[in-house]
């Protein structure tokens, strides 16, 4: 990834040399960023060629077992590939993940007005205004305080 964004800072940096500084900072930061998502393009691809591949070797070796036993190197064999799925598998769900976090983090949730009005309203509907007591309402807090400590 450093070589992704070294290489554009380089090399277009000098072909917009005659560009105003904002100009220039504004085309290398959208250029880096296309090169970017085709470097992320090209990582995911290449993993998944891995993984076909490694699974391949894991159903050639499974077929081994299956017929005729596996020797300690296969076993070990079969061993590393389950490891290397593995990892590899880890870190495509993490991507999703860290892709979450930064959206929460740069957008917020989209929903937080909406539980904030609700949270709000459910607050309104439940206060209590007033009490009353033998037969009259009464809605001054320290009386309502009073009253409730004699209750309890």
């Known amino acids: 990834m450093d070589e992704v964004v070294t290489n554009v800072w380089r090399q277009e940096a000098l072909r917009l040399s005659f560009s105003t500084p904002i100009h220039k900072l504004c085309s290398l930061l959208k250029l880096t960023k296309v090169r970017l998502k085709e470097w992320h393009a090209q990582r995911l691809h290449d993993r998944r060629k891995e993984i076909d591949l490694l699974k391949q070797k894991l159903a050639a070796l499974n077929c081994l077992a299956d017929f005729v036993g596996l020797s ?3 076993c070990l064999e079969r061993g590393t ?9 880890s870190l495509e769900v993490a991507d999703p993940k860290q892709r979450a976090k930064l959206k929460w983090v740069t957008d917020g949730d989209e929903n ?7 949270i709000n309203g459910r607050r309104r509907a439940n206060r209590l205004h007033g009490l009353a007591a ?3 309402w009464i809605k001054n807090p320290n009386c309502l305080k009073n009253m409730a400590f004699d209750y309890f």
């Open 72 to 74: 300690s190197e296969d």
């Open 81 to 89: 590939i389950l490891e290397t799925i593995e990892q590899i598998d």
């Open 112 to 118: 937080t007005v909406f539980f904030h009005g609700v």
């Open 134 to 136: 033998n037969g009259t």
